[in-house]
């Protein structure tokens, strides 16, 4: 439970941590459509050196990232092998009925596998150095051109706020609700499925009533403090761009020059 | 039977996401005689609740062991051994109505007996029982535990532990949230069922004058380890060290001593309750 690194803030004084939440979106946007242009080894090692870069400027030390990894590595390797097992092409190195394991194929997988560890590593990167309220400070400013659209933009960078603000609560509560059944003698993860499925019951019906519950007292307080939707709001914290916001965009329109280079020269188109 | 406790040499420590929190029991000897009503008083974050836990199973020892009755518990245990010590060990955590669940009221309180292989027709005799003895009423069963209020909720929460039939009882501030009345009532409940059924009860709680009137020993935490274990009366006798230790005196004791100070005398004994008091300042004859 308490293993979720996504989501997560590290308090630090890195150059991650003083940049803009807008130029970090949307440079981690960007760096997964800049991802999708490597097409070869050369294109993917400087794709690994620019995640690495970004990763060691965070100041938050490699393990933490990798545990962020880690709760997602089955599902990498499931796509991983669904490529491996189905792609073809190259020299094939064995066939039995569908399943081909190919040179073509084992590129793919291992590009498909740079491809996830890269997102998840860079998206992590955003999240460990962003407060959760500047990263929904820097959503609601992103999204503001949808508002032309009659797109509730406040109302959902509201929403978000909160809910990311009561995920620790929601974390720290469960692992009460779960002890407490614990103690009286709930064992989870033994069992048949069925069993398992049932020992939740337990725990899920005490966090939705106590999660309504908060939901109504939040919105008895916010609406007694003069809260409104629809009304036109000023914000106590001004996002600022600076220099190196520019900066870390021109640094990433630098990236992809270079991808683009790279593939020409290395591939010819 | 009452059972013992014991603490030998237990450092624990949770595992916090991507952070190692610093050990919250830092080697801890312990025993708890069987058959005692000790409280467990200390700062907030002093391991009070953690001690608890350790006792339960839920915070295995990384260093040391626990043992309650036979059982013991240490880092390299199976889980027959925790469902042991949980059946015999009832916890009731703080704010213990967050876990009600159920559909019926009895349906949450026969949880605990079934889950330890209670039959069913018996566990609901066992709901029946326990549900009185908390001084709800039976018709309570049938209803939902979330219509009810929260001293109701409060007290079939702890049904559902005392259903169980616990040989040990484990409170981690039962009280808290309560109106005063409502408080006391759970109290006295705990501390009759304490003497009737010679249970060995450990009683986490912020109020000396709890510590005063229900319990019989004092631990006091600080910073994760056990810094006295004694007779309630040795533990307030010493008001200076208690202030280290951000530890309050019952009321009675703050006045007496108040009064010791102002009148220049001393008494004879430590007085932790009003009567106690009382009695005492008239055999000085100031009353």
New interface residues.
Partial sequence: MNKLILGRYFPGESWMHHLDPRSKLLAAAYFILVIFLANNWQTYLLLWVFTIFVLYSSNVSFSVYLRGVRPLLWLILFTVFLQVLFTGGGVIYLEWGPITISEFGLLNGAYIFCRFVMIILISTAVTLTTKPIDLTDGINALLRPLRKLKVPVDELSLMLSISLRFVPNLLDETQKVMDAQRARGTEFGAGSLLQQMKTLVPIFLPLFASSLNRAEDMANVMEVRGYQSGEKRSTFRQLSWGIRDTASLLIMLLLTISMIWLRTETTGY | MAMQILFDGVTADY????IRSPRVLKSINLEVKPGSFTAIIGHTGSGKSSLL?AM?G?LIPSEGYVEVGNTIIKSSNN?RAL?TV??Q???V?QF?E????GETVEQDIC??PL??GVPLSQAKEIAKEVVQQVGLDPTILSKSP?SLSGGQKRRVAIA??LA?NPKVLVLDEPGAGLDPVGKKEILNLISSWHHERGLTTLLVTHDMDDVATYAENVIVMENGRIVMHDDKRSVFSNEQQLINWHVDVPDARRFQLKIEQEMGIKFGQVCLTTEELTEALIEVGLV
């Fill in positions: 595992q916090l996401g991507p836990k339960n839920l889980k469902k949980r059946k060990v009832g916890m955590f213990p967050s876990q009600l669940f949880f605990g889950n330890f979330f559902g532990i169980m």
